[in-house]
T-cell receptor, first 109, second 113 residues
Framework: SQQGEEDPQALSIQEGENATMNCSYK?????LQWYRQNSGRGLVHLIL?????REKHSGRLRVTLDTSKKSSSLLITASRAADTASYFC?????????FGAGTTVTVRA | DAGVIQSPRHEVTEMGQEVTLRCKPI?????LFWYRQTMMRGLELLIY????????DSGMPEDRFSAKMPNASFSTLKIQPSEPRDSAVYFC???????????FGSGTRLTVV
């Protein structure tokens, strides 16, 4: 079963714009992770935020976590055509990592 | 490090045949996971190994599916007999410890006709 739900399902933006996607989940977690999947490829780990953290940055990525609302957001700043991919949030409970359905991001040149 | 290595990349087989998918995790990672991805069901965890021992196989859909990890550097997922509804992309992932990010392989795209 999917623990996380991403919103929106799809996003189309112009190169240089920011992309924001959200994730909601249902139960308490150890940490929340974001992954990227390019078409026909495996998933690539982007960033991990622990349950006691509120915000984390990695390059052009910014992740927030609100455990009271059971939600997270991923912001990609100054998007590039190479950012075109599907993005998944995944919640870790004990050892089990459960993925949402993903947000498909298309960056237009 | 070459990352998580899966083979084959693509497999087309006839219904009823046995299929074996292979995975080599990253050296030193003691957690290994098998996932299945389909359009309808998304990414599903099939089985989790820790230190070569199966910890949770509750995601394995049926007795037709079995997985083994005979040593720290090799795991297999077997489907016998295969059915068309098993068509999916199967991913193997490994992690140094359960609370860290996972490294995924490139997947095996299985088509059962």
């Amino acid at each position: 079963s999917q623990q996380g739900e991403e919103d929106p399902q799809a996003l189309s933006i112009q190169e240089g714009e920011n992309a924001t996607m959200n994730c909601s989940y249902k139960t308490s977690i150890n940490n929340l992770q974001w992954y990227r999947q390019n078409s026909g490829r495996g998933l690539v780990h982007l960033i991990l935020i622990r349950s006691n953290e509120r915000e984390k940055h990695s390059g052009r990525l910014r992740v927030t976590l609100d455990t009271s609302k059971k939600s997270s957001s991923l912001l990609i700043t100054a998007s590039r055509a190479a950012d075109t991919a599907s993005y998944f949030c995944a919640t870790l409970i004990d050892y089990k990592l459960s993925f949402g359905a993903g947000t498909t991001v298309t960056v237009r040149a | 490090d070459a990352g998580v290595i899966q083979s084959p990349r693509h497999e087309v087989t006839e219904m009823g045949q046995e299929v074996t998918l292979r995975c080599k995790p990253i050296s030193g990672h003691n957690s290994l996971f098998w996932y299945r991805q389909t359009m309808m069901r998304g990414l599903e965890l099939l089985i989790y190994f820790n230190n070569n021992v199966p910890i949770d196989d509750s995601g394995m859909p049926e007795d037709r599916f079995s997985a083994k990890m005979p040593n720290a550097s090799f795991s297999t997922l077997k489907i016998q007999p295969s059915e068309p509804r098993d068509s999916a992309v199967y991913f193997c992932a490994s992690s140094p410890r359960g609370l860290y990010g996972y490294t995924f392989g490139s997947g095996t795209r299985l088509t059962v006709v």
